[in-house]
Antibody, heavy 119, light 111 residues
């Protein structure tokens, strides 16, 4: 399983940005994909989750991003997109894409992509 | 403030044993959701260290072990080595938030 994030960069507050996560393949036990972020010098924060289409493709969001962020995937489920709207300075973080297993937790992680929200 | 509470830092000499606590509540660990632990070496992405409370993925030394009791969990590292110096995070699922929660992280220093 390999996960590669892209799309990070510098964006002004209030603007939008879309992150991508390219997935080589899901582990047989994985049932979805999550984004986790880490603000500079801070801990990990779960952001969003999407189940595989075979399990319904449903999504869940952390309260801090609900209504602003949208997680989706393409038909082949080889790319997941995190659409981030109405960005705030507190959204500045490294965003990691992770595979999720109900029994193993977040078993595979990408290398992360940095999002900086600043004027 | 994190939903799961960890000590900010712990330390130990090489060869010693250290433990890192992770305290939750009745909506996460206390609700019998599994606890997972992650290790994050400086400048790298987190890596799964323990899953399902006390199971090691392939490649993780048996010096690392975990336990869970009530609304708390702990990570134990025996025979401390210099390369264990890292940040450690606990994680569980929270039914009231309908999502995953992490501890604030614990920085392990090997003296």
């Amino acid at each position: 399983v390999q996960l590669v994030e892209s799309g990070g960069g510098l964006v002004q507050p209030g603007r939008s940005l879309r992150l991508s996560c390219t997935v080589s393949a899901f582990n047989s036990g994985d049932y979805g994909l999550s984004w986790v972020r880490q603000a500079p010098g801070k801990g990990l924060e779960w952001v969003a989750f999407i189940k595989t289409k075979s399990l319904g493709g449903t999504t869940e969001y952390a309260p801090s991003v609900k209504g602003r962020f949208t997680l989706s995937s393409d038909d082949s489920e080889s790319i997941a997109y995190l659409q981030m709207n109405s960005l705030k300075t507190e959204d500045t973080a490294i965003y990691y894409c992770t595979a999720v297993s109900p029994h193993l937790g977040f078993d595979f992680w990408g290398q992360g992509t940095l999002v900086t929200v600043s004027s | 403030q994190s939903v799961l509470t960890q000590p900010p830092s712990v330390s130990g000499a090489p060869g010693q044993r250290v433990t890192i606590s992770c305290t939750g509540s009745s909506s996460n660990i206390g609700a019998h959701y599994d606890v997972h632990w992650y290790q994050q070496l400086p400048g790298t992405a987190p890596k799964l260290l323990l899953y399902g409370n006390n199971n090691r993925p392939s490649g993780v030394p048996d010096r690392f072990s975990g336990s869970r009791s009530g609304s708390s969990a702990s990570l134990a590292i025996t025979g401390l080595q210099a390369e264990d110096e890292s940040d450690y995070y606990c994680q569980s699922y929270d039914i009231s938030l309908n999502g995953w929660v992490f501890g604030g992280g614990t920085k392990l220093t090997v003296l």
